[in-house]
């Protein structure tokens, strides 16, 4: 998918995240008056190398997996003979994290788009959470004796595995996306008449909690 930062159009891959840095590189170096970049200077250099055996540590760690195998932090893509002739720009895909330091690489006073697109997507996702909450609310009016504080704490064991005051304020994009999912289901297999009452309800959540949280006590359950 394609995403605006600034003045720029990035491209992003939905199924794993990475974007085109090799686009946004050609997008800046045909600007005027910019100094020109090669994408050869940020890769070789020493602290980019190190950069990438952080991630791929910390990535492999997690159990990522690239979609060509085994996890990789770049991956190079081939140029495409065009209809019209010629051909487009290689793919030079880049781990979401790996992309951040090359885009305030370009330019240090393009480091403030950066954390500004970074910042807008992670204030999007804390809005769609809020707006779900607001349906999810909704659908659970409809029960007798519903205590609403237990449906937030349940929701927060649910995506972060504990509950305490402010959690979701510290929560990353996927956390407050995997909220915003959560609440959107819930609703709606309530609205379609699968939750029937508060209490089963509540055993929904806590049969999500264990399946995440706990397999072991949910696979003897």
């Known amino acids: 998918m394609t995403r605006k930062m600034s003045q720029f159009s990035v491209e992003q891959r939905t199924q794993d995240g990475y974007f085109d840095a090799n686009a946004l590189l050609l997008q800046w170096n045909r600007g005027a008056g910019r100094p020109q970049r090669k994408m050869e200077e940020f890769l070789d250099s020493p602290k980019t190398k190190e950069f990438i055996e952080t991630i791929t540590i910390r990535e492999s760690a997690k159990g990522e997996i690239s979609p060509v195998g085994d996890f990789q932090v770049v991956i190079k893509g081939k140029k495409r003979t065009l209809k019209e002739g010629g051909s487009s720009p290689a793919s030079v895909w880049m781990h979401p994290l790996l992309f951040i330091d090359f885009a305030m690489w370009i ?7 950066v954390i500004k697109f970074l910042y ?3 204030i999007k996702f804390r809005h769609g959470a809020g707006d779900m909450y607001v349906g999810l609310s909704k659908a659970v009016s409809r029960f ?3 205590d609403y504080p237990l449906v937030g704490k349940a929701l927060n064991y649910v995506v972060f595995g504990r509950h305490e005051a402010g959690i979701r304020n510290a929560a990353t994009p996927e956390q407050l ?17 699968v939750v029937k009452n508060f209490e089963a309800f509540i055993c929904q959540l806590r ?9 072991i006590k949910s696979l003897a359950s």
């Open 107 to 113: 330019n240090p006073v393009f480091k403030y788009d």
């Open 120 to 122: 807008d997507e992670l």
């Open 144 to 146: 007798r004796n519903v």
């Open 177 to 193: 996306k995997e909220l915003e999912d959560l609440q959107k289901n819930l609703a709606f297999v309530i609205d379609m008449g």
């Open 207 to 215: 049969a999500l909690y264990n399946k995440k949280w706990n397999p």
